[in-house]
C-alpha cells in the first residue's frame, strides 16, 4: 500500500511537469540549460531565506512557540518575496546573455524569444518549488505507519500532492505573466504576481482544512492559466482555428 500511495502522489505531483519537459524542454540544450539556471535560481533564493530564518530564531527565545510560529510565517513571506526578487534578476540576466545562449544552441535560427524563456525558467523555478515541498513527504509515504490512525486527516499525502502539482503550474504561469510583464515595462503586472504569490501561501495555513486551501488555489492556477496564454501571444482565435483543425482532421479520418 505504502508503494501504490509513493508512486501515486509522485506522479500526481511531478507528472504534468515531467511531460512538460520530455515534449518541449528536453530535445533542446539551450532551453535544458535555461531550466537548469532557474531551478538554481530558486534554491539560491530559497538558502538566502532559510538563512535569514535560522539566525531569527536563534536570535529569539526558542522557548516562546508564539514567536517561534510567527518567526516560521515571517521566514515563508521573505521566502516568497526573495523568490520573486530572484525571477526579476534571472530575467535581467536572460536579457543579457540571450545573444550569447544562441552562439551555442545547435540551430542556426534566432535565439530564443522572451516568452520561450520566461516559459522554460519558471518551470524550472516550479520543478525545484515542487521537488522541496514534496520530497519528505513521499519518504514519509513509504512507511511505516498509517495516516490518520490518530485522527489526523487521511488525505495527506493526496493533498500535499495536488498543492505540489498547483505551486509547479503556478510558478510556469508566473514566470511568463511576470517576463511579460518586465519586457513591456508594465510594473503593476509584476506587483499583481508577488501579491498572488503571497495569496496562495496564506492559503496553505488553511491546512489541514484542505477544502479551503485545495479549491481555491486551483481556482487561481486557473486564472493565471488563462492570463499567461494571453501574455504568451494566445487569443480566442487561436483557440478556435485550433477547434477547427481538430474537427476537419476528425471528419477526414472518419
Known amino acids: 500500500m505504502t508503494a501504490a500511495v509513493f508512486f501515486g502522489c509522485a506522479f500526481i505531483a511531478f507528472g504534468p511537469a515531467f511531460s512538460l519537459f520530455i515534449f518541449t524542454i528536453a530535445k533542446d ?15 539560491v533564493s530559497l538558502l538566502l531565506s532559510s538563512l535569514v530564518w535560522f539566525i531569527a530564531t536563534k536570535a529569539t527565545n526558542a522557548q516562546d512557540l508564539t514567536l517561534q510560529k510567527n518567526l516560521l510565517i515571517f521566514g515563508s513571506i521573505f521566502s516568497v518575496i526573495l523568490q520573486e526578487v530572484f525571477r526579476f534578476g534571472y530575467y535581467r540576466l536572460l536579457r543579457k546573455a540571450n545573444e550569447g545562449l544562441a552562439a551555442i544552441s545547435e540551430e542556426d535560427g534566432p535565439p530564443l524569444s522572451v516568452r520561450e524563456m520566461a516559459y522554460v525558467a519558471g518551470l524550472g523555478f516550479g520543478i525545484m518549488s515542487g521537488a522541496f515541498s514534496m520530497i519528505n513527504t513521499l519518504s514519509d509515504s513509504l512507511g511505516p505507519g498509517t495516516v490518520g490512525m490518530f485522527g489526523d486527516s487521511q488525505y495527506y499525502f493526496i493533498t500535499s500532492a495536488l498543492m505540489t ?37 496564506s492559503l496553505s495555513l488553511l491546512n489541514p482544512f484542505y477544502v479551503g486551501s485545495i479549491l481555491p488555489v486551483y481556482a487561481i492556477m486557473l486564472l493565471m492559466a488563462v492570463w499567461a496564454f494571453f501574455s504568451s501571444g494566445g487569443s480566442l482565435h487561436n483557440i478556435t482555428l485550433l477547434w477547427t483543425c481538430r474537427k476537419s482532421n476528425a471528419e477526414t479520418s472518419s
Open 29 to 43: 540544450p539551450l532551453r535544458v540549460i535555461i531550466l537548469i539556471a532557474g531551478a538554481f535560481f530558486w534554491l
Open 165 to 201: 502539482l498547483a505551486l509547479t503550474m503556478l510558478h510556469t504561469f508566473w514566470g511568463v505573466v511576470f517576463f511579460e510583464g518586465c519586457e513591456r515595462k508594465r510594473w503593476w503586472v509584476i506587483a499583481v504576481v508577488l501579491c498572488v504569490h503571497l495569496m496562495v501561501f
